[in-house]
């Protein structure tokens, strides 16, 4: 089976927003991302 999920944020006065997108997979043994980076993400 396969989703995609779409966490949304809307900040506190209602004109930010931040969208996250990622799509998984799951099998019988768990579930992994599609979406692999090669160093840590990460936002300051």
Do not use: A, N
Request: charged share 20%.
């Amino acid at each position: 089976m396969t989703l995609h999920i779409i966490p949304w944020l809307w900040g506190v006065q209602g004109d930010k927003t931040c969208g996250i997108s990622d799509t998984i997979y799951i099998t019988d043994d768990g579930c992994e991302s599609f979406f692999h980076l090669d160093r840590p993400f990460s936002l300051c």
